[in-house]
């Protein structure tokens, strides 16, 4: 059986010394760049923008941690983010005891390749 790359990344995560930040807040800024370069008689204007999100701890009011995303990585996030929060309204109208349940949902953008 092959291990798949969400595997593969909570293991990391199990074993890495990093440890949950409590965050209460997010602030999220977009960052555009854009520059004009000439191809052929015609002016081409090429774009590419950022998502950066600023987690912060209301109680001591000092940012706990800052990622900066591209944009096909905030449209997973969208995504994933979203059918989770589906997830977790049916759980709480539910008048069942929750069920086991996967810790890591993915989105079909583990099958994409990295491109950096």
Do not use: C
């Amino acid at each position: 059986m092959a291990v798949t790359p969400v595997e593969i990344a909570k293991h990391n995560l199990e074993k890495s010394r990093e440890k949950p930040v409590y965050a209460d807040e997010v602030m999220v800024a977009v960052q555009f760049k854009a520059s004009k370069r000439k191809v052929g008689k015609k002016e081409k204007v090429e774009k590419e923008a950022h998502v950066n999100m600023f987690f912060m701890d209301m109680f001591s009011k000092r940012p706990v941690g800052r990622i900066v995303l591209s944009r096909f990585t905030a449209q997973a996030l969208w995504k994933v983010l979203g059918d989770n929060l589906s997830s977790i309204d049916r759980e709480m109208a539910s008048e069942k005891l929750p069920e086991n349940r996967p810790a890591v949902r993915k989105t079909g953008a583990e099958q994409d390749r990295y491109i950096g």
